[in-house]
């Protein structure tokens, strides 16, 4: 099994690979739907659920959550080594990964409650779903645990790293779930999330890095090969692809008929599923390792130059930018009229949507990559100095 455990690495193979691996495609699409099912436990419109990396398996990165600043600093929590799993919370259940090889579950006042020993590296954010906790490692490892007692339900091994989260879908007779996490191996992989069966496998053409973004039995994800791949959920089988001329290191976005994505280039894209053609695109961005947040007309991706973007979603016009003191490479969290963006400089910023003004800051002192959660009750944000920091209201 090759495992590449940094950056530099995941970037330089892109790289290097990318120039093999571009074929003749064509572009078409398939009529994406904004209607995911909300019955499943921790996965509605609960402003105190914040079950999977961004929120929801479109990936929105839109908490129901108000924020209403200032905050102050609940508890902390000390793992054994760096986080960079992004944590989630849900039905009073706190998780996370850390670069020590644990994932851990919390109570809401930062106690543990236990810790399971994945054997390496948990950098993607753990998925929760029916009281079921699904977690990938570098080892290309993911795993099932019971979310009240720790205890593995089933673990299912992929010929390379986890660096996405997983996501869910129905199966195509709403009869059963389905586990989607992509890896190193090249391949999106369906599993049962049950009994952790085997579905189907879909090949791309190099590493994914991202998570997949669902809606309507449609999976969107990109990759190291350059392209934004489409695949039916049922099938297995591609839709469509788009053809992006660089690699893809972060996740897309789906509200209705559209996704928006950005690339290793600096490149920030809108696509039309339905129309089937890229509806605008804008440069210079810097690198995005960051995903993107959408509400209404505001669409916003951090960047490698420091900068955090807001887009008009329909048009692309560039309607304010923020620039921190570090690369954000931590994805925004839009949680009502406020955004939540965490910095490699070792900040937790609050802004306003509307203008970008900064109405909020808390300084850490330690590098950020990992996406805050936000709920109505707390911001839970983990850091390269191996804690999670749990931020509420000042009351």
Known sequence: MNIWYTERHFLDWCSLRLRFFKGNVFLFGLLLTLAVSQTVTGQSNNPDCWPSFRGDPRLTGNSHAFIQPPLK????FNAGDAIKSSPIIC???ICFGS???????????????WKYDAGTSIEAAPLYLDHTLYAGSLEGILFALDSESGTLQWKY????????????????????????????????HALDAVTGKPLWRYESNNFINGAAAISDNIAVFGGCDGYLHLVNTITGKANDTIDLGTYMASSAAIFGDRAWFGNYDGEFYCADLKQKKILWKTGGG????????????H??????????????????????KYKALGKVDASPVIAGEVVVIASSDGRLHLLEIESGKEIWVYEIGSQITATPAVTSEMILVGAHDGTLYAFGPEK
Request: hydrophobic residues 35%; charged residues 20%; glycine residues 12%.
């Open 73 to 76: 600093l609940l508890w902390s």
């Open 91 to 93: 039905d009073n259940l």
């Open 99 to 113: 670069d020590d090889g644990y994932i851990y579950a919390l109570s809401l006042n930062g106690k543990l409650k």
């Open 157 to 188: 091994t992929t010929d390379g790293q986890i660096s996405g989260s997983a996501n869910w879908v129905w199966s195509g007779d709403n009869k059963r779930k389905e586990i989607l996490v992509g890896s190193y191996d090249y391949n999106l």
């Open 286 to 297: 810097g690198p995005f390792l960051s995903s993107p947040a959408i509400k209404g007309d």
């Open 299 to 320: 669409v916003l991706i951090g960047s490698q130059n420091r900068y955090l973007y807001c887009y008009q979603a329909n048009t692309g016009e560039l309607l304010w």
